[in-house]
């Protein structure tokens, strides 16, 4: 299994980016998904659940301002960031556990200039 993350980079404060990660070895239309993040010097986080069915759930502090999707037919989810904000900037990683391991991406940099 392997998760690759993409779409990271530099953006000025209140722009956009959208980050996408593919997958191989796995369905993810029948794994829930999940992106998190790390900021330097913090703990990760989690940023959004995409359900197998329903729709996704966010951190109140992505709320409104981050939207995450899946593409079963890609075997892709995707994470749209818009307004985002200094706080925004962090390695962000895509999740999921099948057959009870875990696997992670390798993390992509979102970086947001203030």
């Known amino acids: 299994v392997q998760l690759q993350a993409s779409g990271g980079g530099l953006v000025q404060a209140g722009g956009s980016l959208r980050l996408s990660c593919a997958a191989s070895?796995?369905?993810?239309?029948?794994?829930?998904m999940a992106w998190y993040r790390q900021a330097p010097g913090k703990e990760r986080e989690l940023v959004a659940v995409?359900?197998?069915?329903?729709?996704?759930n966010y951190a109140d502090s992505v709320k409104g301002r981050f939207t995450a999707s899946r593409d079963d037919a890609e075997n892709t989810v995707y994470l749209q960031m818009n307004s985002l904000k200094h706080e925004d900037t962090a390695v962000y990683y895509c999740?999921?556990?099948?057959?009870?391991?875990?696997?992670w991406g390798q993390g992509t940099l979102v970086t947001v200039s203030s």
């Open positions: 995409i359900p197998t069915f329903g729709g996704p």
């Open positions: 070895g796995i369905r993810l239309s029948i794994n829930v």
């Open positions: 999740y999921t556990t099948s057959g009870g391991l875990k696997y």
